[in-house]
């Protein structure tokens, strides 16, 4: 039973990632998925979140119009398309189950020129 995070990287100001959240031995349709990101000295925050049809979806207000959290139940993935990234993005991410609090190990995203 686990998450797997990957898409982290070096970025330039204004550039693009796609965040991945791989689930693994468990029902993942069946579970609303959040991401969070944390910062040395910050608490973890929440970025973003999607429910189990992916119709309801909420943002962090500092992402919204720049994020955008999808799933793909078939493949057991969600996504986290970030475009017009900036400094203060840097972080490392995380997705959780919001039933059951399974984290993932996190990936980096650095923004930086």
């Known amino acids: 039973v686990r998450l797997v995070e990957s898409g982290g990287g070096l970025v330039q100001p204004g550039g693009s990632l796609r965040l991945s959240c791989a689930a693994s031995?468990?029902?993942?349709?069946?579970?609303?998925i959040n991401w969070y990101r944390q910062t040395p000295g910050k608490e973890r925050e929440f970025v973003a979140g999607?429910?189990?049809?992916?119709?309801?979806?909420k943002y962090q207000d500092s992402v919204r119009g720049r994020f955008t959290i999808s799933r793909d139940n078939a493949k057991k993935t969600v996504y986290l398309q970030m475009n017009s990234l900036k400094p203060e993005d840097t972080a490392v991410y995380y997705c959780?189950?919001?039933?059951?609090?399974?984290w993932g190990q996190g990936t980096q995203v650095t923004v930086s020129s």
């Open positions: 959780k189950t919001v039933r059951g609090d399974l």
């Open positions: 031995g468990f029902t993942f349709s069946s579970f609303a």
């Open positions: 999607i429910d189990i049809s992916g119709r309801v979806i």
